[in-house]
């Protein structure tokens, strides 16, 4: 996150406490300023200014250092660096490429004061101009398009602020800092424009307008698509017990969820836990191009020998680069794993301030910061004078200390977020997967969806989601009074209940990551099965309280032990399960015929 700048000598530490120093001498500094912390140069960025004291906070380990030392501000504030590049990249949470600090640094300890350059400077690439001299563009404008990888276009934007008539425009070969262009302001100053452009990460970048989120994000898993899906631009929660699948759901989504881009944050406190991330995701394959899924997406890894403050600042860098993809007109998803992570670096720095505490010690402004970090998610008109339309969701897990989610992380996390996929430890061990529990999970875009699921998917599609998860509240309050009664007091017709509510979760929701065929349903297939198991409700009404029925004739049907094959019949159409449908009927009426 370097800008070109001079380090310009100011103040004077008076006090360390961990990663927070306290220096005066720096009224001319502004709040969230980048500053270097003594000879060393450590990063850190001004959190607090009372006259000519700031609490400085320290993106590096700050032992060693102390009062007398000097700080040096850098007349910046905290940014991303926004260029072709960053796309396969690994981060650490100030947007230093991990790769780049390990090696500056020799071993897996990461040294301090290290500059590593979050874009490559030298790399040159292929621009494609799309405007020509004499185009009169805006803040936002495409400008032209650099192929960033071989599944991704990238396109250069006027930053934010600027725009004008076209002056020049080259088409050739560049590195990210050479002029591709120039623009003649309305008050004819020139601004020179090149690839890289830089944004604050705590403010949010700017955009035309914000969409209604009406379309869902489709990710082919049958749990959340059909029945607790997300919006495109949406933002959703997962708890994430230990071992209760939350690094396969996550996984699962980002490669096969009509998302472009993939952002993945990762917020480890016990080492080992990112690791498993920064081990797998670089092999990842992207199912629809059979390439890397890096090339499509950017990770930030907090591992845990990274000082806090750099923690809390992850979640921004990341947000702020996915953004800038959105901005582009891609669909953005975001995943922060686990944001309780970032919510402790921030009571530890509040802390350090020696900020009255609030709930469980998390800072008063806990609420706020979350929900900020959630609204930078939505589907927007980009900036810009075309209508490019771009979407951000962000997909926040929680790890609640016991799986308690009264805890403050997590209620200030469901209050701004409209999915909840609730991770069951007990289904974990059942192995049901995924372990998304259909009673106490919930999605608030699912009215959203009911002009998209009639237009794109079945007329009936919501009537037949609805029926299904009614059936799963009562098979959970008949399994109680079989509990305590048994099968035989039940009614045909409550049997019936529990013998489809089986059907959908064993044959519709559970969903095995590690399968191929299994791992992705498209949502017209899975209406398809789904359509099928309530038909077997809705038409087994007709005959039930016939005198002449008998319940095992029932389940005897070839079709009942057919539904569970369902999920195999990869190339079934609309007609198929039409079909199927038809059979099923007719099996069903000749019971009692
Ligand atoms: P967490 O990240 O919550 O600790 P994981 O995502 O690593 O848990 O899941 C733990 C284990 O559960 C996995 O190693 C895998 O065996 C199993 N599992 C989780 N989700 C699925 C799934 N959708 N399909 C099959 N197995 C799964």
């Not at 209620?411 to 974990?428: C, E, G, P």
């Amino acid at each position: 996150m370097t800008n070109e700048t001079k380090d310009i000598k100011a103040g004077v530490i008076e006090r360390v406490t961990g990663p927070l120093v306290r220096a005066n001498g720096m009224s001319e500094a502004k709040l969230y300023e980048v500053v270097k912390v003594s000879d060393e140069k450590l990063l850190g960025e001004i959190i607090e200014l009372h006259g000519d004291v700031a609490a400085i906070q320290v993106y590096e380990e700050t032992a060693g250092i102390g009062p007398g030392d000097v700080v040096y501000r850098t007349g910046r504030t905290m940014s991303a660096a926004l260029a072709p590049g960053l796309l396969e990249s690994i981060y650490d949470g100030v947007q230093r490429p991990l790769k780049d600090i390990q090696a500056a640094s020799g071993d897996c300890y990461i040294k301090r004061g290290i500059e590593a350059q979050p874009i490559d400077l030298e790399k040159k690439w292929s621009f494609k101009p799309t405007v020509k001299v004499g185009d009169k563009v805006q803040e936002g404008d495409v400008l032209g398009e650099v192929q960033e990888t071989t599944l991704i276009m990238h396109k250069v934007m006027v930053p934010p602020g600027e725009g004008g008539v076209v002056a020049t425009i080259q088409s050739g070969d560049f590195n990210v800092t050479e002029m591709i262009a120039t623009l003649t302001r309305d008050d004819d100053s020139v601004a020179s424009i090149a690839m890289l452009q830089y944004w604050p990460i705590r403010a949010a970048r700017p955009k035309t307008s914000k969409i209604f989120p009406a379309e869902p994000l489709r990710t082919g898993g049958r749990s959340i698509d059909t029945f607790f899906p997300i919006a495109k631009g949406g933002a959703g929660c997962i708890p994430g017990p230990f071992g209760a699948g939350k690094t396969v759901t996550q996984q699962s989504i980002a490669k096969f969820c009509d998302a472009e881009i993939i952002v993945y944050i990762g917020c480890g406190e016990r080492g080992n836990e990112m690791t498993e991330v920064l081990d797998e995701f670089p092999h990842l394959i992207d199912p629809n191009s059979g390439e890397p899924l890096m090339k499509r997406t950017i990770l930030i890894a907090n591992t845990s020998n990274m000082p806090v403050a750099a923690r809390e600042a992850s979640v921004y860098t990341g947000i702020t680069i996915a953004e800038y993809y959105r901005d582009m007109g891609y669909n953005v998803a975001l995943m922060a794993d686990s944001t309780s992570r970032w919510a402790e670096a921030m009571r530890e720095i509040s802390g350090r301030l020696e900020e009255m505490p609030g709930e469980e010690g998390y800072p008063a402004y806990l609420s706020s910061r979350t929900a900020e970090f959630y609204e930078r998610a939505g589907i927007v008109k980009a900036l810009g004078s075309d209508d490019r339309v771009g979407s951000l969701t962000v997909i926040g897990a929680v790890s609640p200390p016991g799986g308690d989610l009264s805890e403050p992380v997590s209620q200030a996390t469901l209050r701004v977020t409209k999915t909840f996929w609730s991770l069951d430890a007990d289904l974990a061990y059942k192995k049901h997967f995924p372990s998304i529990n259909w009673l106490n999970s919930y999605s608030l875009y699912a009215q959203n969806f009911e002009g998209y699921w009639k237009e794109q998917i079945a007329e009936d599609f919501a009537e037949v989601r609805t029926t299904a998860m009614t059936l799963l509240e009562k098979e959970s309050k008949l399994l109680e009074i079989v509990r305590l009664v048994g099968m035989e007091s039940l009614s045909n017709g409550d049997r019936l209940i529990l013998e489809v509510a089986r059907m959908i979760r064993e044959d519709f929701l559970f969903q095995n990551a590690f399968d191929k065929d299994d791992a992705y349903t498209p949502l017209e297939r899975q209406y398809g099965i789904l359509r099928s198991i309530v038909s077997i409700f809705e038409v087994a009404q007709e005959v039930i309280d016939q005198p002449e029925f008998e319940f095992a004739t029932l389940t005897a049907i070839p079709s009942f032990a057919e539904i569970a094959r369902l999920k195999d019949k990869l190339q079934w159409t609309k007609d198929d399960y039409q079909k199927f449908q038809d059979t099923l009927r007719a099996e069903i009426s000749a019971l009692i015929a």
